[in-house]
């Protein structure tokens, strides 16, 4: 089985939702046989490099949004986060465009660490207030993860990977996919948005059934008939 993930590393509910499958994905039976893929996108990719200003500002002011509703959407985020065991910090929290970083994590899969490389840095961005659009930020988290230092910077630097993050998110958009997390599985089953682990679990019971042949049941010796004929 095959799970595809499009989220922004700047999505408060993409971090809750990572949290809330992977529960589900822990008690899964098979999964030891599921391959997980971290596809980028970009709820806003005209963020500046870096926004002079807090998280409340940005969306109040960029977005047109009430402060008092961010402010109270705020909160309604931190306790959700907070039932899966993360600290998210609004009032620290760096605003920068993500692409550089998705490149990252590009960059990590190359060493089997794309997982770990999305978990630092959505930790880094909603819980350490770090800077995920600044190159040495980054380059930092490459040392962390043990990744080829000299090649991250390259890479990073190089952008090597900016066409490969445009492609997810054009992809994205191809499979009608306006808002993250979304989760596809097999390219059969499409979950949407950070749901409860229960969904999580009862649709990966029924994508792997769906994805398995037939479980034979009774006599496999009992008369039946064939291109050759029928059983005496």
């Known amino acids: 089985m095959k799970i595809e993930i499009w989220s922004d590393i700047a999505c408060p509910w993409c971090y809750i939702g990572k949290r809330r499958f992977e529960s589900a994905l822990a008690e899964f039976p098979y999964r030891d046989q599921v ?5 980028s996108f970009q ?6 490099e870096h926004y002079d200003g807090s998280e409340l500002d940005y969306l109040s002011k960029r977005k ?9 959407m705020f909160e309604h985020v931190k306790s959700q986060a907070a039932g899966e065991g993360l600290n998210y910090d609004f009032d620290t929290l760096t605003v920068a465009n993500s692409h550089l970083g998705h490149e990252l994590i590009h960059f990590a899969a190359l060493s089997g660490k794309q997982d770990a490389a999305k978990e630092r840095l959505l930790k880094l961005h ?3 207030g770090g800077d995920i659009g600044k190159l040495e930020t980054l380059i930092e988290v490459a040392a962390e993860l043990e990744l080829d230092v000299a090649a991250a910077r390259e890479a990073l630097t190089g952008r090597e990977f900016e066409d490969a993050v445009d ?5 994205a958009h191809t499979l009608g996919i306006q808002g993250v997390p979304f989760f596809v599985i097999d390219r059969k089953y499409g979950v ?4 409860s682990s229960a969904v999580f679990s009862q649709t990966l019971a029924e994508a792997w059934r769906a994805g398995q042949p037939l479980t034979m049941a009774g ?3 009992a008369e039946a008939c064939g291109p050759d004929g029928c059983a005496i």
Do not use: R
């Not at 391959?35 to 596809?39: G, H, T």
């Not at 709820?43 to 500046?48: K, N, R």
């Not at 047109?64 to 109270?72: L, N, R, T």
């Open 35 to 39: 391959e997980i893929e971290w596809k």
């Open 192 to 195: 949407s948005g950070a749901q």
């Open 167 to 171: 492609q997810d998110i054009a992809e």
């Open 64 to 72: 047109g949004m009430p402060a008092e509703s961010v402010a109270q």
């Open 43 to 48: 709820l806003d990719p005209s963020i500046p």
């Open 126 to 128: 909603f819980e350490e």
């Open 219 to 221: 006599d496999s010796t």
